[in-house]
């Protein structure tokens, strides 16, 4: 006999929850289902499991009894709280958000969108269209996604408004439906956007190393002109205005470390300028970006005194660096820095021995250690070798490396490292790195 519940969840979660919860069935494949399905399942084997560890100790109908009164009755609370219309729930969900409760927007949205619809055929077609949206964008990631699509439009977006802004411009069940299709195709880029292997990439192989870095630098801000972007231009336009992109956030957020909101701004403005016929070419995008450029200059001079922890995800973005300057040398090969053997080695070492006194003071270690000019490639048998030892002692493993900027320290530095060869080695970085990350159109 199967079991019933009087509880009923909503349109994603329910199925699950009946045919599984309820009826205590395992599902075959957890990380095929949804996010929500897999934190249900979650939470009942975790209470599942404290249940069976209390086993013991409930021996008689009173005990439990008890338990049930006391423990579950007393302790368990719910809350149910009363709104006037949909954009005062939404402002309740972001206000519980923020205070660590993981209540979802896109839920909301989806109720609202499913309040416009009259037809059954038009709510069964949503259902289906919204669950594959879903597992496309991810429903933890539908917040930024939904921003980043109606930032292509409306400036200065804030997360607060989202549901405000729909709600003002869909109405009516086309619009609703509308809305949908539009979400379904940017839902597709965005996704392929966050993700360098993604299928769309087989055709557009170039495009990778892009995708790649803007991981790499965890910028977001130029998607919606990247949505713009792939529904108007050529592919082949389209990838090199994502090259644009690499390169214009590579200088003004990783090295520059300058006010991502001016980004948004100009990300904004290239979207609309392109979905309006006003951009028809890369060039023409990027006059829209100009504004907020980093000249050669800039970039150079923030270039000469950037410094980069090695630990984490600074460490991918370290070897990043130090590749793609390596393969600017003459005659260099270019190196994968995900792939390649080679190891990080600090020249003045992450902890100096005593011997490091007499060539730069100890009140000097902290500031100049992760100074990219105190970075380079080293064969990992090498790095393990030297270790911590004063400077003369790695001469030798500096001038056998087969990395070309690790050999040149030695030509820099033939007796000792100090602070003035940290200094002119990074000013030497940064000038082959004007031409490494340099913008096609200046």
Not at 66 to 79: H, N
Not at 83 to 91: G, I, K, R
Not at 300 to 307: H, R, S
Request: with cysteine.
């Amino acid at each position: 006999m199967l079991e019933s519940s009087k509880l009923t969840l909503n349109r994603i979660d329910n199925p699950f929850y009946q045919d599984r919860l309820v009826q205590l069935n395992p599902p075959p494949n957890l990380r095929r289902l949804p996010r929500s399905n897999r934190d249900l399942w979650s939470c009942f084997e975790y209470f599942r499991k404290r249940l069976r560890e209390l086993d013991r100790s409930l021996e008689t109908g009173a005990v439990v009894a008890s338990f049930m009164a006391e423990t579950v009755g007393r302790q368990l609370v719910f809350i149910m709280i009363d709104v006037e219309d949909d954009l005062s729930a939404y402002t309740v969900f972001e206000t519980l958000n923020a205070r660590g409760l993981e209540l979802s927007s896109a839920d909301l949205l989806k109720n609202y969108l499913f309040s416009i619809l009259k037809s059954r055929s038009d709510l069964e077609s949503l259902e289906r269209r919204w669950h594959t949206l879903m597992l496309t964008v991810g429903q933890e990631r539908f917040p930024e996604f939904l921003r980043f699509h109606l930032s292509c439009e409306e400036p200065h977006v804030r997360a607060s408004r989202l549901f405000k802004l729909v709600s003002e411009r869909v109405r009516q069940p086309e619009q609703a439906l509308d809305l949908l299709t539009v979400l379904e195709s940017r839902g597709e880029i965005y996704a392929a956007l966050t993700d360098p292997n993604h299928e769309y990439w087989l055709d557009l192989p170039q495009a990778r190393g892009a995708v790649r870095e803007l991981q790499l630098f965890r910028v977001r801000q130029a998607i919606p002109a990247l949505f713009a972007a792939w529904e108007r231009f050529s592919r082949e336009n389209f990838v090199r205005l994502l090259q644009v992109v690499s390169v214009h956030s590579f200088r003004y957020t990783v090295i520059g470390g300058l006010n991502p909101s001016a980004l948004e701004t100009a990300y904004h403005q290239t979207a609309k300028a392109i979905l309006e016929g006003h951009a028809t070419t890369p060039r023409q995008a990027y006059e829209r970006m100009k504004p907020v450029a980093v000249d050669d200059v800039k970039f150079q001079q923030d270039f000469a005194v950037a410094t980069f922890e090695t630990g984490g995800q600074k460490k991918k973005l370290v070897r990043y660096l130090l590749a793609r300057l390596e393969s600017q040398l003459p005659g260099s090969v270019v190196i994968d820095p995900d792939t390649d053997p080679g190891t990080i080695e600090h020249i003045l070492p992450e902890n100096p021995s005593e011997a490091w006194e007499a060539s730069i003071p100890p009140r000097h270690w902290d500031s100049a250690i992760y100074r990219l000019g105190n970075l380079a490639f080293l064969e990992a048998p090498a790095n393990r070798e030297i270790a911590n030892r004063e400077f003369g002692a790695k001469l030798n493993s500096y001038e056998a490396s087969r990395y070309g900027l690790t050999r040149r320290i030695a030509e820099l530095a033939p007796e000792e490292w100090t602070l003035e060869h940290i200094e002119k080695r990074q000013k030497e970085l940064a000038k082959l790195a004007v031409n490494v990350w340099r913008n096609d159109f200046p």
